[in-house]
Nanobody, 126 residues
């Protein structure tokens, strides 16, 4: 059974950092693209970052470029979203998701993702 579990959310002051982890089970990361998404009440889910199945391609939402990085650990079957210089507008529930697409493609379009984690809350506030 394919499963994704996010962790690492919490409360952080503006300008601070958080590291979100997505632990995958039931499949191997080299078979799926992994994306990070976020959602606030009343708004559509927004793609934040993704990494391709071959690990060579990444994508970022324009507003997080230069502040967020994405990486993966094949041995641990985890994907990490490192968030720095956090802003209040980064506050949201963050989800990781898996997509069975071509290995070279990284995309932040939610529609192509088949499997989703339960989400982790990130609050950026002073």
């Amino acid at each position: 059974q394919l499963q994704l579990v996010e962790s690492g959310g919490g409360l952080v002051e503006p300008g601070g950092s958080l590291r979100l982890s997505c632990a995958a089970s039931g499949f191997t990361l080299d078979s799926y693209a992994i994306g990070w998404f976020r959602q606030v009440p009343g708004k559509e889910r927004e793609g934040v970052s993704s990494i391709s199945g071959d690990g060579r391609s990444t994508r970022f939402l324009d507003s997080v470029k230069g502040r967020f990085t994405i990486s993966r650990d094949i041995a641990k079957n985890t994907v990490t979203l490192q968030m720095s210089s956090l802003k209040p507008e980064d506050t949201a529930v963050y989800y990781c998701a898996a997509a069975s697409i071509a290995a070279s493609i990284a995309t932040i379009h939610p529609a192509v993702y088949d499997y989703w984690g339960q989400g982790t809350q990130v609050n950026v506030s002073s």
